[in-house]
């Protein structure tokens, strides 16, 4: 049973392997454990774009180690907040969630200097998140 009083935030791309994993790790990072954060990919890649991680860790946050995870209707229904980044209509609504559309571009594919930009406005983007939804201590 998810904790009502600590707000829960989804995460979900294609592959889970770039931004859904930027943006997860930016608001773990920030937020620590006044959010519950989770991120998934309607098609999940091998593994985490080295790119992504690169680009990660020139910022201090090492995602070296996560996976991409396969979205889930349960992932959806435990977040209260569910922030897609082009997958498309495959991720699954139900009443009562907040629902955003960020549209990034996707860094599969590209190397680090195409990765920092697409970083850097996901990091812009989970500060103004983060500031909203995380409760003042």
């Known amino acids: 049973m998810p904790d009502t009083t600590t707000p829960s935030v989804l995460f979900v791309c294609v592959h889970n392997a770039g931004r859904s994993q930027m943006a997860a790790a930016f608001l773990t990072h920030l937020a620590g454990d006044r959010v519950q954060v ?29 996976v991409p995870k396969v ?14 980044m082009g997958c498309g209509d495959t991720c699954p609504v139900f009443p009562g969630k907040r629902y955003l ?19 850097d406005e996901i990091e812009k983007r989970i500060r103004g998140l983060a500031d909203e939804i995380t409760p003042v201590t």
């Not at 999940?44 to 996560?66: C, K, L, S, W």
């Open 71 to 84: 979205l889930t209707t349960e992932a959806v229904q435990a977040s209260d907040v569910v922030i897609t």
């Open 38 to 66: 989770r991120s998934a990919g309607s098609a999940p890649a091998a593994t985490v774009n080295p790119a992504v991680v690169e680009a990660m860790a020139e910022v201090g946050i090492d995602i070296a180690a996560e």
């Open 101 to 119: 559309d960020w549209e990034l571009p996707d860094p599969a594919g590209h190397g680090v200097e195409a990765v920092r930009p697409i970083r």
